[in-house]
C-alpha cells in the first residue's frame, strides 16, 4: 500500500531501510504538495516529533549531520542524515508509521 494525503498531512511508512541508512517510504512523489520543495515539514511517529525538516533536492542543501527529507531515484520520499544514518539517528526501522505535516 502507499501513502495517503489526508489533506492536512501525508501519513505512510517505512518500506526499508537502505545500505546507508536512508529511510524509504511509501510516500510516492506525487501526493506530495507542489509547492513543497525547499519548505520544511514535521514528522511525528508514535510520541516522537521531528521539527522544521527540509525538504530538498539533494543533501548537499544541509549541513553534515543534518535530517533532511527528499526524493529518493525511486520516486519516494526518504529521510535521511546527510553523512549519517537518518534510522539510528531516529530510532526507526521497516513498517514503522508517521506522518508528515508541511508547514
Not at 6 to 33: A, M, S
Request: proline share 5%; net charge negative.
Amino acid at each position: 500500500a502507499v501513502g495517503e494525503n489526508h489533506g492536512d498531512r501525508i501519513v505512510g511508512k517505512v518500506l526499508y531501510v537502505d545500505r546507508f541508512g536512508n529511510l524509504v517510504t511509501n510516500i510516492p512523489e506525487d501526493i506530495l504538495p507542489q509547492d513543497g520543495e525547499g519548505k520544511t515539514m514535521t514528522v511525528t511517529s508514535g510520541d516522537r516529533r521531528w521539527d522544521q525538516v527540509p525538504f530538498v533536492p539533494s543533501y548537499g542543501y544541509v549541513k553534515p549531520g543534518a535530517l533532511l527529507a527528499t526524493i529518493g531515484s525511486n520516486h519516494f520520499l526518504e529521510l535521511s542524515v546527510n553523512h549519517g544514518d537518518a534510522a539510528l539517528s531516529l530510532g526507526m526501522q521497516a513498517d514503522i508509521e508517521f506522518s508528515v505535516v508541511f508547514g
